[in-house]
């Protein structure tokens, strides 16, 4: 199984690493190590480039999650770097803290539109700088979003710590902030959730990785709203340097 430092040092930009296994079909290889995020929970999967040891590069135009393990997609058109052989797995730095800072501003979104108007999320989905999110809220209007994106920008001028925890399943589900999320569709097998927590705002299960303070995210403006049914309203924003 491969370890990998995002879940627990978001901050980590490459990493000294083996290849243990390649598969030339997916033109894939598995690392011991890595700082690749695989993707999920609406964050898109890194990029970035593997340089070997004894020379050569290659580009990483993805990763994936397959049971525990991440396998890192290479760019079509060459060799896959040997089994064995001796690599530094750098990320595309820029775009990967652009989607934290987006990451963490969706969450405040969350925490603002839980606090003040109770209600909940439904799904959401991310790019660098933009994304968007689903709640279950009966009415919106122009003005409400307004005093929403109002909101969240206290709370990035708060700068509030974001924590990230590893938490044994029982420990988790007893709190009861989290059964708003969608913790309660994680499969049997898992044992431990891992959560981010904004300090005094917001708590959720989360898989992501996030700035450590939302001060870090810039000014954050809703680019618009729209319905997606009855019960479900869509708020689009996008994060801009502060
Ligand atoms: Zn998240």
């Given at each position: 199984m491969s370890e990998n430092v995002c879940y627990t040092?978001?901050?980590?930009r490459q990493t000294e690493a083996t290849v243990i296994e390649a598969d030339q079909e997916a033109h894939a290889v598995l690392l011991d190590?890595?700082?690749f995020y695989p993707g999920g929970g609406g964050q898109p999967a890194d990029t970035g480039q593997l340089v070997g040891e004894s020379g050569g590069s290659w580009r990483i135009t993805g990763a994936r999650k397959r049971g525990d393990d991440i396998w890192h997609t290479v760019e079509e058109g060459g060799e896959l770097p040997a089994v064995n052989a001796r690599v530094t797995a750098e990320l595309d730095w820029e775009r990967r803290h652009r989607l934290m800072r987006t990451h963490s501003a969706l969450h405040v979104l969350c925490g603002v539109v839980w606090r003040d108007h109770q209600a909940s999320v439904t799904g959401g989905n991310m790019e660098p700088l933009s994304g968007r999110m689903d709640f279950e809220f009966e009415t919106m209007s122009g003005d409400l979003v307004g005093e929403i994106e109002q909101r969240v920008n206290e709370e990035v001028d708060a700068d509030r710590e974001i924590r990230v925890a590893i938490l044994p399943r029982e420990e988790a589900l007893?709190?009861?902030?989290?059964?708003?999320?969608?913790?309660?569709?994680?499969?049997?097998?898992?044992?431990e959730i891992r959560t981010i927590e904004i300090v005094g705002l917001d708590l959720q299960a989360d898989g992501g990785t996030h700035v450590a303070?939302?001060?870090?995210?810039?000014r954050v403006r809703v680019t618009g709203y729209e319905s997606k049914g009855r019960i479900n309203k869509r708020i689009r924003i996008e994060v801009v340097d502060g």
């Open positions: 040092d978001a901050y980590a190590r890595t700082v007893a709190i009861p902030d989290l059964i708003r999320t969608k913790i309660n569709l994680l499969p049997e097998g898992i044992t303070h939302t001060g870090e995210i810039g």
